[in-house]
Structures are given as C-alpha cells and as structure tokens.
C-alpha cells in the first residue's frame, strides 16, 4: 500500500512567480492538509480539503489556495511567490468519519526554493 | 486554541541511556496529543498519539509517553537511546474528536553520542 506521495521533490523558483505542488493521499483517506514548514520551525497549518471543498484554513494569506479532485488528491498552488516562502511543504492525508478527522499521515514534503 | 510547547531545542544523550523530550500543551477543549519524528529530508512519522483511555500511551521503536491532564504535560520517553534515534521530534495537538487543525510545537533535535 503507497502512503502519501507528494511530487516534486525539490522546486526552484523566483520571486513573483506561481507554484503548484502535488499530493496523493493514502489508500482509503479522504482528507488532504497542507502545512508549512520553515526550516528550524515545526509545521504550520495551512488549509484542510473535504469532499472537494476547504474545511478549515490556517493563518495563511489568499496568495496560498488549493483544489481537491474527485480522487481525494490535491494541490496546493501558491501566487506571487516570496522569498520567505521558502519552506519545506508537507501534504498530510486522513480519513474524516464525520466533522472531524482521523490521524494524520504525512508525505516527504516538497522543498521550495524561491530565489 | 491550542498550542504546544517544547522545551529544550537540542538534547543529547549517550547510546544507551534515557530518552526524555519534553512537551507542554495548552487546549481550551480536552485534547489528542500526537508526537512525531522526522529523519533529514524526509516528512513526518507518527511515532504515538493519545486520544482517550489509558494515559501511559506505547509507540513504535520503544517510544512512549504519558498524558498527565494536571501538568497538560505529554512527554516522551525511552528507556536506551539507540544511534538511529538521532532525529527531529515534534509535539502536536489538537481539539478532541476533530483532528482538522493540528498545532506542532518548534520540534527537539536529538543527538545521540556513541
């Protein structure tokens, strides 16, 4: 059984421009979450999909939005990129039996670079 | 809200010895504990996490740790630290019975001498 796969590994950009970062969940999850962690600092929570909409957000500006398909995977797609987006992205998958969610399992993250 | 703090950045212990990381919480509603590990360049493993019942709570690899609601302390312990524990550790929480916004604490990088 794959776990969470996220794709790409690693990501260079520069100042300005547009990413898209993408993430499988686990077999038989249905929930995506996104963090964001800078390095030397834990993850920072960035947004929760369900059922195709966003659940629950963290305090992250619009510039970071993001979309979930049909088959549970997501992308996590970030605007006018700054330097300080620079980070470690983790996607994180569960199985929601109700309003909330069950135990997160996480991917190997993407590391963006914005230069 | 919740959050989480853990205290002390780096710890080193020599192989063999106690494993002691130790985590703070704070939660307005009763809370799930988790604790997790990250080797370099790689995501987050679950190593255990504490939701309800027993407050001693086993994980992988002879981690373990014990929820104690008078402290809202959570720490993790192992009784002989092996090379491979060389890691980062990570503290979460979140509300109970609804895991959608899950806080980490600043993580505790490991070293293990030999």
């Known amino acids: 059984d794959a776990g969470v796969t996220q794709s790409p590994t690693h990501l260079i950009k520069t100042r300005g421009q547009q990413v898209t970062l993408r993430c499988s969940p686990k077999s038989g999850h249905d929930t995506v979450s996104w963090y964001q962690q800078a390095l030397g600092q834990g993850p920072q929570f960035i947004f929760q999909y369900y059922e195709e909409e966003e659940r629950q957000r963290g305090n992250f500006p619009d510039r970071f939005s993001g979309h979930q398909f049909p088959n549970y995977s997501s992308e996590l797609n970030v605007n006018a990129l700054l330097l300080g987006d620079s980070a470690l992205y983790l996607c994180?998958?569960?199985?929601?039996?109700?309003?909330?969610?069950?135990?997160?399992?996480f991917g190997p993250g993407t590391r963006l670079t914005v230069l | 809200a919740q959050s989480v703090t853990q205290l002390g950045s780096h710890v080193s212990v020599s192989e063999g010895a106690l494993v002691l990381l130790r985590c703070n919480y704070s939660s307005s509603v009763p809370p799930y504990l988790f604790w997790y590990v990250q080797y370099p360049n790689q995501g987050l493993q679950l190593l255990l996490k504490?939701?309800?019942?027993?407050?001693l709570v086993k994980g992988i690899n002879g981690f373990e740790a014990e929820f104690k609601k008078s402290e809202t302390s959570f720490h993790l312990t192992k009784p002989s630290a092996h090379m491979s524990d060389a890691a980062e550790y990570f503290c979460a929480v979140s509300p109970a019975y609804n895991n959608n916004d899950m806080r980490f604490g600043a993580g505790t990088r490991l070293t293990v001498k030999p």
């Open positions: 504490y939701t309800t019942g027993a407050t």
């Open positions: 994180a998958s569960s199985f929601s039996p109700g309003q909330g969610t069950d135990t997160q399992y």
